[in-house]
């Protein structure tokens, strides 16, 4: 927003409010300054009011900050559209009440924004259809101490924003960030702040601090949108089946293996079967690997998550990518892209569901779970040696390396059968 060369006090800025807009700001005018506040209170709609230059930026930044606060959706856009018109005649546009804003908000609109400029605009235009976002924590901010009497005499500041800079570990809301953003750029057009070095100073500096958190709120709000998409789709529909499975955990020697049946659900589900009969804690992403192609949770890899090279492991019901007859098929599953656990899965058929049974179940097995972030198969082995030697030497001396009271060869498959439906029916 740019100014002719007029000083502070000069008027020459004028436009004029609509009922409608008088009727969203008289309840707000309470947070503006109140030489100004009385000003504006007294002017009827459709009279044109002028303003000087500063009390122009002071109105600019009040309506910013009240934009990203409100509550209610409709005052909120109205909002927004009044600050869209009275900044257009700035810009040398013609004053018109009718005008609406320009563009729909959008995460679109977030993902092509280039700079710290259009990606907040992109945010405060976002905010204005979801206050709830305005209220959103946004993170604490470093303010030098020596730069907060510059920053506190900039006009346009919120009362509880100017209060709130004083505190230690404060931490600000999306709002207040939107007004202290638009409260400093204002006063940069200020004859008396024009050539403050130390404002410019302070600017470049918020905006550093500013951008990483932009760009993974950004991020937040992208992966949320997805979430909410894939919640509006219908939830697939299992069969009545029942699976027999082998699980072998590749690359460990003896090998650590498991049988279960499970009832027909998505490869999540298998995910978390898997899980619970192994003797893993689902700490770390994991994916299948079936007929070449891949499937994982995307709330989990979240980036990570390519939709064209990758299926949603949440929404693939296991009898989709199972074969129709009861043949042998086998396919992987990784789970702890770091350690690389290696799963072999073979599909044993389809068995007759026992009434009298509960599901999911594991029927047999061999050797226990290896523990947590031991380094993968390299670094069990390793601790499997280790293992050997101290129980040679004295039972129960350095286990402590091994997960605590860790035994290698202890597995009970009603153990593992109570931990699956423990888990199952936290997720069902």
């Known amino acids: 927003m740019s100014f002719p060369e007029e000083s502070a006090s000069q008027p020459g800025i004028s436009f004029h409010w609509t009922a409608e807009e008088r009727q969203y700001l008289l309840p707000l005018l309470r947070h503006l300054d109140s030489g100004l506040a009385r000003r504006l209170a007294e002017i009827p709609p459709h009279q044109e009011m002028t303003l000087t230059k500063r009390e122009f930026l002071d109105f600019c930044a009040f309506l910013s900050a009240e934009v990203v606060l409100q509550s209610d959706p409709t005052t909120s856009q109205a909002l927004l559209a009044l600050l869209d018109r009275v900044q257009g005649v700035v810009d040398g546009e013609t004053p018109d009440p009718s005008r609406t804003l320009r563009g729909t908000p959008s995460r679109d609109g977030l993902r092509e924004a280039e700079g710290i400029d259009e990606l907040f605009l992109e945010l405060v235009k976002m905010v204005s259809e979801d206050p709830e976002l305005g209220r959103q924590k946004f993170g604490d901010l470093v303010i030098p101490e020596n730069d907060l009497p510059v920053v506190e005499q900039i006009p346009g500041l919120l009362p509880a924003l100017r209060a709130k800079l004083r505190k230690k570990n404060r931490i600000f809301t999306l709002g207040e960030v939107v007004n202290l953003i638009v409260a400093i750029q204002s006063a940069r057009e200020l004859p008396e702040f024009a050539k403050s ?45 029942l699976y027999q499975f082998k699980i072998t955990l590749l690359d460990t020697d003896p090998v650590v293996w498991r049988r279960i049946l499970v009832k027909d659900g998505t490869l999540d589900d298998l995910h978390r079967h898997i899980q619970r009969a192994m003797g893993w ?54 789970y702890d892209f770091g350690d690389c656990w290696l799963h072999e899965i073979e599909f044993e058929g389809r068995r007759p569901i026992d009434p009298d049974v509960k599901y999911p179940k594991c029927i047999d097995g061999e050797r226990a779970c290896p523990p947590e972030d031991c380094g993968g198969p390299r670094g069990y082995q390793a601790l499997l040696d280790d293992y050997e030697e101290v129980t040679a030497d004295l039972a129960g001396v350095g286990l402590e390396e091994l997960g605590g009271d860790f035994d290698p060869f202890l597995f009970s498959p009603p153990a593992a059968t109570k931990a699956m439906q423990k888990r199952h029916r936290r997720s069902s």
Do not use: G
């Open 197 to 241: 070095e130390r404002l410019d100073a302070m600017s470049e500096f918020l905006d550093f601090q500013i951008q990483p958190l932009l760009m993974d709120l950004m991020s937040e709000l992208e992966r949320e949108a997805r979430r909410e998409a894939r919640a509006r789709l219908p939830k697939p529909r299992p069969t009545k089946q």
């Open 281 to 334: 804690d689902e700490l770390h992403p994991h994916e299948f690997v079936i007929r070449k192609k891949h499937y994982a949770n995307p709330d989990i890899l979240e980036e990570q998550f390519d939709e064209d090279k990758c299926e949603d492991s949440t929404r693939t019901l296991m009898s989709a990518v199972l074969p129709a007859t009861n043949r042998k098929f086998s396919f992987q599953y990784e």
